[in-house]
Structures are given as structure tokens and as C-alpha cells.
């Protein structure tokens, strides 16, 4: 059984279609990148997967469980927690006090402020300090940081790497197999394109709202990415 698994699932703003017919699996133990050009409807689908939008048609079944009618916080219960977009963490709290709130609905599992110390040790002098001072990267890290802190099976990430320089973006992938190691699977959105090949297990490449292709990253060349990824 996957995971996470979307059937014909179909997402709208009011009269908007966003997604139309989506049909992917997210395996558990896997990274699963989402790649496609503005607009295309990725934060859509991860909006819908953390619940904050409703399929009009189709469903989400998560570990053969359906959820699409699940509020946010009962699907952080069952083990989906995302990284927000814009990687929104509480300006006025500390490192550590973001990290706590990021276990108030707490499941049993690896991830405790300790363990996150030790993923991001960039944080650990920083724990004191009110997040509001943090750079983009430390930021990103602690959001990262708080989502696990939910010990979740699935981790949402939006837009990981956008206006961070290359040096973070290295030092945020590198976390990625320690949360792998430690049972949590990846469903990514990003826009580096080059830099997520190299890491995930599987590509789907987003268009208007659909899946124009989707394999392994080994499976697929750089002309079928392009044509994918702008629609030629
Ligand atoms: P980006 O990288 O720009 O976030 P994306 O692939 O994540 O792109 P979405 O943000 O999911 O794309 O947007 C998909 C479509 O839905 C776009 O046409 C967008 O304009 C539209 N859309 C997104 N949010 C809303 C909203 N709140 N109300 C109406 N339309 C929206």
C-alpha cells in the first residue's frame, strides 16, 4: 500500500479549476519532488494534502485511509505535517519555543528538540534567540525543524530552497536522508530544479494543473523535463 495516494482528484478556487484528475502514490520511505513552472498547481495539491482545501471530485487516501474529508489537525494526528510556504515560523518566540509548539500535537517517534539540534546544528546556538532575527536559511531550518517535531510520517515541504543561497540549500537536502532514516517520507515542491533530481526517488512534473511526467530522475532525460515543464 502507498502512503499517500491521489485519485482523480480534482481542486478548485470557487469557479477556478486548479487540478484536474490528479492520480499519483507517494511511497513511504521516499522523496517525492513536484517541479513545474508558476502556477501550475503544486502548492495546490500540498494545500489539499495538508487540508486546507477540499476535493470537488475524486480523493486522498493516506496509508489506504480516506482523508480528504479530515481536518488539518486530525491529519497531523495521523502523521502529515507540512513546512509552510514562505517558511513562516512565530517571529516573536524563540528557536526552541518554535520548535515546542511544533510538538503540541505530539506522536510518538525520533524527533525531539534534541534530535533536531543534532539534524540542524546551526540552530543549536541560536536556541534563545527570538526567530524574528533569524536569516532565511536558519529560518528554514527551524520551520523544518518544527514540522518534525510533530513526528510526522509524512512531511509537506513548499518551495524549500526559494532565495536561499546555494551553501543552505546544500545544508537543507542533507538533512533529507537523516528524515528518511528516521521513517519520514518527503513530498516536495520545488523549484530548483537541478538540485532535487539529484536527490529524489521520484519526479512529477506539473502542468495547468496536471501531471505532464512523472518518473525516477535516472528514467528521464533533461529534453523531456523541459518540454514537460513549460508545455512545448
Ligand atoms: P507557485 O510556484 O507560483 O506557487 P504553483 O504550481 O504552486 O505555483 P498554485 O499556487 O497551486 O501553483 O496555483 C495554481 C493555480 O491556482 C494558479 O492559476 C493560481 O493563480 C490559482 N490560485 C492559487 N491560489 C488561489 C486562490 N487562493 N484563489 C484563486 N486562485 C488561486
Not at 91 to 111: C, D, F, M, Q
Not at 193 to 201: S, Y
Amino acid at each position: 500500500m502507498s502512503l499517500l495516494e491521489f485519485e482523480n482528484v480534482n481542486v478548485y478556487y470557487e469557479d477556478f479549476q486548479a487540478l484536474y484528475d490528479l492520480n499519483f502514490k507517494v511511497e513511504e520511505g521516499e522523496i517525492f519532488a513536484c517541479i513545474g513552472a508558476n502556477g501550475a498547481g503544486k502548492s495546490t495539491m500540498l494545500k489539499t494534502v495538508a487540508g486546507a482545501l477540499v476535493p470537488r471530485r475524486g480523493r486522498i487516501l493516506f496509508d489506504g485511509q480516506p482523508i480528504d474529508h479530515m481536518p488539518t489537525y486530525k491529519r497531523v494526528e495521523i502523521g502529515i505535517s507540512s513546512v509552510p510556504e514562505g517558511r513562516r515560523v512565530f517571529p516573536s518566540l524563540t528557536v526552541h519555543e518554535n520548535l515546542l509548539i511544533g510538538a503540541y500535537r505530539n506522536r510518538k517517534g525520533p524527533w525531539t528538540t534534541d534530535t533536531i539540534y543534532e539534524l540542524f546544528p546551526l540552530l543549536v546556538p541560536l536556541r534563545k534567540r527570538q526567530a524574528a532575527g533569524l536569516s532565511g536559511g536558519e529560518q528554514q531550518a527551524l520551520a523544518i525543524g518544527r514540522a518534525l517535531m510533530a513526528n510526522p510520517r509524512l512531511i509537506l515541504m513548499d518551495e524549500v530552497s526559494l532565495g536561499l543561497a546555494p551553501v543552505v540549500i546544500k545544508r537543507i537536502y542533507d538533512a533529507f536522508p537523516t528524515l528518511l532514516n528516521n521513517g519520514t517520507t518527503i513530498l516536495v515542491v520545488e523549484q530548483d530544479v537541478q538540485h532535487v533530481m539529484t536527490v529524489a526517488g521520484h519526479v512529477a512534473c506539473f502542468l495547468e494543473g496536471r501531471i505532464k511526467l512523472e518518473g525516477r530522475p535516472s528514467e528521464l532525460t533533461n529534453e523531456q523535463i523541459t518540454a514537460a515543464y513549460f508545455g512545448v
